[in-house]
């Protein structure tokens, strides 16, 4: 039965929060493009696709690297307004109810998670963290839907940046 992650959901390079890689028995599908927005509306259809007409743009499967995204916390009102759509078939776990806010794919806690493709072909397959990878998807089936954003937040880093761009190059100021 699938389990829909829900929340507003980024990749905050600021915070330099790196990779992490899908280990066995997770197929982890991903509905918008990095650094692409999912809309409400588009998330209630995704959750209410009983038939699954509604695909992916990308499913990661054991050994792909992804992201570690994190999942921030809905609003109570929000949470309201999803819970208003039909239950499709699957198990809804919002974050800010069912999940902790600031909640990362993986944290990689005690240094055992696969935070590269090297990692994993070297031995670390499973992730013992407390991130949505190590904690929630193990009492799952492993068919995980990011229902959120998958926004990339370069704010930080552009208004932290000592560079400008010339035509051509790029120059120190």
Not at 33 to 45: I, S
Request: charged share 15%; hydrophobic share 35%.
């Amino acid at each position: 039965m699938a389990t829909y992650v829900i929340g507003h959901g980024g990749w905050d390079l600021a915070s330099d929060p790196g990779e992490t890689v899908i280990t066995p028995g997770i197929a982890f599908s991903f509905y918008e493009d990095t650094g692409q927005v999912l809309t409400f509306g588009a998330a209630m259809r995704i959750m209410d696709d009983i038939q699954n007409e509604i695909s992916p743009g990308f499913v990661g499967t054991e050994g792909t690297l992804v992201p570690n995204f994190t999942l921030s916390a809905l609003s109570g009102e929000e949470i309201g307004v999803l819970n208003q759509s039909p239950q499709g078939g699957g198990v809804r776990l919002y974050c800010g109810d069912a999940l902790p806010g600031g909640l990362q794919l993986c944290t990689n806690s005690n240094g055992n998670c696969p935070t590269s493709i090297e990692e994993y072909e070297n031995g670390k397959q499973s992730h013992d963290c407390e991130g949505l990878l190590g904690v929630y998807a193990q009492n799952t089936d492993g068919d995980l839907h990011w229902i959120a954003c998958a926004y990339v937040d370069l704010n930080a880093i552009i208004a932290n940046a000592n560079t400008t761009v010339g035509v051509g190059e790029l120059q120190e100021t």
